[in-house]
Nanobody, 115 residues
């Protein structure tokens, strides 16, 4: 079992920055990939960024060059640095971990980009 807890969401003006954190606990050794997803009410949950066990990262086209996913293995934490935020980035952001048999999700942290 893996437990995930997100933090760092909030209200920010367009052009601003936020850093989301995802604290990971449980069977961490079994995880082979982690990521951030986001969801707007009435729409599907979409991938924002993912990082593999080997450190390979992928990003949605809409966030490339603005968002950066990273991890601190010593702190068992994955981050999403979000810069140049736009109103269309408004969503609930979820942390995800995969261990080959299951997908684990946090409860989500809301991000609102508005002036």
């Amino acid at each position: 079992q893996v437990q995930l807890e997100e933090s760092g969401g909030g209200l920010v003006q367009p052009g601003g920055s936020l850093r989301l954190s995802c604290a990971v606990s449980g069977s961490i050794f079994s995880i082979y990939g982690m990521g951030w997803y986001r969801q707007v009410p009435g729409k599907q949950r979409d991938v924002v960024a993912r990082i593999s066990r080997g450190g390979i990262t992928i990003y949605a086209d809409s966030v490339k060059d603005r968002f950066t996913i990273s991890r601190d293995s010593a702190k068992n934490t994955v981050y999403l640095q979000m810069n140049s935020l736009k109103p269309e980035d408004t969503a609930v952001y979820y942390c995800n971990a995969a261990d080959g048999t299951m997908n684990y999700w946090g409860r989500g942290t809301p991000v609102t980009v508005s002036s």
